[in-house]
């Protein structure tokens, strides 16, 4: 996610924000469901958007906000394309409509970073934002990106507004994991689902669309995102692929890494700036776990120690953004933790 407070908590490296991006790619039929239920006048109020992180979510979220709003359809962009120059996207781009309210995890001024979550403050204001009448006597429109970050005084702040539908209101939840949202919102809600499209269709849009230089970073990255299109571009920006061929290539060196070649990723993720890749670190580092665990499952070997390191980097991780602990003894420990299991599997061969 982005550090930086002027462009906001919802937008990934290397991507557009959401309310600047007009195409999504691999999502005709999501689009067509909703469009439909546009175009028959019966709008549900609440859309819970889900599926895999970078896989479009919050485009195709801000792209019914803009047709909800106003903006003119363009047909020829898909079923809720417009056009960037339409009068409504300038104003939604710009975030001038008073009509659109975005509730994101909010910047902490104290710590200069994004909030860990969204709070129950921030959740409030839906309420209040619905109370109010829309400028022009249209459609006012709230996105929640994304629902998974609400504490639960924000999930049941913003249940309220579920609860009573509001008069020409709609909200997106756009969720990674809608099963850790209450019941009591996910029955709300209307569900449009999202799946990643194949590697090799998002591999192929990386290249028609000139964010990966060759065919093979383009195949690179979007296995790494498991087709996703928008994480494989984060992953293209932030250098994800070379990282995850030098992560990879010291778990597989197992028991032989060494203390330098640890303290070297250690030393460059640690660095100010370096958020985004430390997130990306984390990941490829959890699936690294997993391919181990899984070759020695297929060989019928024990995998008991490769799945509870894997376990122990998620609580490691989680720990670490919630009580905001040192980048590089995180890092350090996550790599030793790995190199002690791997050494200890030798030591029992």
């Given at each position: 996610m982005s550090?930086?407070?002027?462009?906001?908590?919802?937008v990934?490296?290397g991507?557009?924000?959401?309310r600047?991006r007009?195409?999504?790619?691999?999502?005709d039929?999501?689009?067509?469901?909703f469009?439909?239920?546009?175009?028959?006048?019966r709008?549900?109020?609440?859309?819970?958007?889900t599926?895999?992180r970078?896989?479009?979510k919050?485009?195709l979220?801000w792209?019914a906000?803009?047709?909800v709003l106003?903006?003119?359809a363009?047909?020829e962009a898909?079923p809720?394309?417009?056009?960037?120059q339409?009068?409504?996207?300038?104003?939604?781009?710009?975030?001038?409509t008073p009509?659109?309210?975005?509730?994101?995890r909010?910047?902490d001024e104290?710590r200069?970073?994004?909030r860990?979550?969204?709070t129950?403050?921030?959740?409030r204001r839906?309420?209040?934002f619905?109370?109010?009448?829309?400028?022009g006597?249209?459609w006012?429109v709230?996105?929640v990106d994304s629902?998974?970050d609400?504490n639960?005084?924000?999930?049941?702040?913003?249940?309220?507004?579920?609860?009573?539908p509001p008069?020409?209101?709609?909200?997106?939840?756009?969720?990674h994991?809608?099963?850790?949202?209450p019941?009591?919102?996910?029955?709300r809600c209307?569900?449009?689902?999202l799946?990643a499209?194949?590697v090799e269709a998002?591999?192929?849009w990386l290249?028609?669309?000139?964010a990966?230089?060759?065919a093979?970073?383009?195949?690179a990255?979007?296995?790494?995102?498991g087709g996703a299109p928008?994480?494989?571009l984060?992953?293209?920006?932030?250098?994800?692929?070379?990282?995850?061929?030098?992560v990879?290539?010291l778990?597989?060196?197992?028991a032989?890494?060494?203390d330098?070649?640890?303290?070297?990723i250690a030393d460059?993720?640690?660095l100010?700036g370096?958020e985004?890749?430390?997130?990306?670190?984390y990941?490829v580092l959890?699936n690294a776990i997993?391919?181990?665990a899984r070759?020695?499952?297929e060989?019928?070997?024990?995998v008991?120690?490769?799945?509870?390191?894997?376990?122990?980097?998620?609580?490691l991780v989680?720990d670490?953004n919630a009580?905001?602990?040192?980048?590089?003894?995180?890092?350090l420990s996550a790599?030793g933790q790995?190199r002690d299991?791997?050494r200890?599997e030798?030591?029992?061969?």
């Amino acid at each position: 996610m982005s550090t930086d407070p002027d462009i906001g908590s919802d937008v990934q490296p290397g991507c557009l924000p959401p309310r600047e991006r007009y195409d999504l790619f691999g999502h005709d039929a999501a689009e067509q469901a909703f469009a439909d239920a546009w175009q028959s006048g019966r709008l549900h109020h609440a859309w819970m958007i889900t599926g895999p992180r970078g896989v479009g979510k919050a485009t195709l979220a801000w792209r019914a906000a803009r047709r909800v709003l106003g903006a003119r359809a363009m047909p020829e962009a898909g079923p809720l394309g417009a056009g960037a120059q339409d009068p409504v996207c300038k104003l939604i781009e710009s975030q001038a409509t008073p009509d659109l309210l975005l509730l994101r995890r909010p910047w902490d001024e104290k710590r200069k970073r994004w909030r860990g979550e969204i709070t129950v403050e921030e959740a409030r204001r839906a309420p209040h934002f619905f109370e109010m009448s829309s400028g022009g006597g249209g459609w006012r429109v709230c996105i929640v990106d994304s629902a998974d970050d609400m504490n639960n005084n924000a999930a049941n702040a913003l249940l309220k507004t579920l609860e009573e539908p509001p008069h020409r209101g709609v909200l997106f939840l756009v969720t990674h994991t809608p099963g850790r949202l209450p019941a009591t919102i996910r029955s709300r809600c209307r569900r449009l689902s999202l799946r990643a499209p194949s590697v090799e269709a998002t591999a192929g849009w990386l290249e028609e669309t000139g964010a990966a230089d060759n065919a093979g970073s383009a195949l690179a990255a979007s296995k790494l995102a498991g087709g996703a299109p928008g994480r494989a571009l984060t992953l293209i920006a932030g250098g994800g692929v070379e990282l995850a061929a030098e992560v990879n290539l010291l778990v597989d060196r197992g028991a032989a890494a060494s203390d330098a070649d640890i303290r070297k990723i250690a030393d460059r993720l640690s660095l100010k700036g370096q958020e985004e890749m430390r997130d990306l670190f984390y990941e490829v580092l959890a699936n690294a776990i997993r391919v181990q665990a899984r070759d020695r499952a297929e060989a019928g070997r024990d995998v008991t120690d490769w799945l509870d390191s894997w376990r122990n980097l998620n609580t490691l991780v989680r720990d670490a953004n919630a009580l905001y602990l040192d980048p590089k003894q995180t890092i350090l420990s996550a790599l030793g933790q790995v190199r002690d299991v791997a050494r200890k599997e030798k030591a029992r061969a």
